[in-house]
């Protein structure tokens, strides 16, 4: 099948002007997550937010009330990989871009976590800050950015780095701060040997909302990690989601949606 004028039709910006329906109607036709841009560079992003006080205090609420994970997450039995590395022992722990606070209790309940850190936009940090006072969460750390934190041990990434404009700098900001792990879950690599550490992509499986991203390319990624200072330990495909590339090719034959995870020197 030939994706030029499907990829160019949702490009386009009078897709945020599309109903819904007419949204969902061509992602069940054409199951396309992605379309190729020709920025060079992330531009301003608006990305949805979608919760607000009142969800996040129930899912809080219904937490206490069962113990289990309320919202799925892209790193699958999350807590049973940070057990597999730290037992019994105390960690802290970064949450970038978390947006349910349920992964804060869910962790917390079966770990050992001294502090957990998490950051997002302004008008999340802002609900999670007063859930945190409301119900005494001692060793919950709402952060706008992570100048305020210390040293971290473990820091996760549930698929947003791609989301960053200046991922490098966020990035670097980290390595300061000499993290033990970083795991990143759900994002999306290329393995052309085009010059690029990125290309920029339009997404269009949450239309109307018009969001662009950032694919990686796999390689550069590897070499930029390694040369400050960490090892890839782990390199696999996140199915969690079955991500369809096909509208990309021939120009990128292979994208994969992948977790990766850095350990420190």
Do not use: W
Not at 63 to 71: A, E, P, S
Not at 192 to 208: F, G, H
């Amino acid at each position: 099948m030939n994706y030029n004028f499907i990829n160019k039709l949702l490009l386009n910006n009078f897709t945020r002007f599309f109903p819904k329906t007419i949204n969902r109607k061509l992602f069940r036709k054409y199951n396309i997550f992605f379309v190729p841009s020709s920025f060079q560079k992330l531009p301003k992003n608006f990305y949805p937010i979608t919760t607000n006080y009142s969800l996040q205090e129930n899912f809080l609420l219904k937490f206490f009330d069962k113990k289990k994970l309320i919202n799925g997450t892209t790193q699958k039995n999350l807590d049973k990989f940070l057990l597999n590395i730290y037992k019994n022992n105390s960690f802290s722990f970064f949450d970038v871009g978390g947006d349910n606070i349920d992964l804060y209790l869910f962790l917390t309940n079966k770990l050992n976590i001294k502090k957990y850190y998490i950051s997002n936009f302004p008008d999340i940090i802002a609900i999670f800050k007063k859930l945190k006072f409301k119900f005494k969460l001692n060793n919950f750390y709402p952060i706008a950015n992570n100048k305020t934190t210390s040293h971290i041990d473990f820091v996760y990434f549930g698929s947003c780095i791609q989301y960053f404009r200046n991922y490098k700098t966020y990035l670097d900001s980290l390595f300061h701060k000499k993290p033990n792990y970083i795991l990143f879950s759900g994002t999306s690599f290329f393995y052309s040997s085009i010059n690029k550490d990125t290309i920029v992509v339009k997404q269009t499986n949450i239309l109307p909302a018009t969001v662009y991203l950032y694919f990686f390319n796999y390689q550069n990624f590897i070499n930029y990690f390694d040369k400050r200072g960490y090892k890839l330990l782990l390199s696999k495909k996140n199915n969690t989601t079955k991500v369809n590339y096909k509208n990309f090719k021939p120009h990128l034959k292979k994208i994969d949606y992948l977790d990766l995870f850095f350990k420190k020197k």
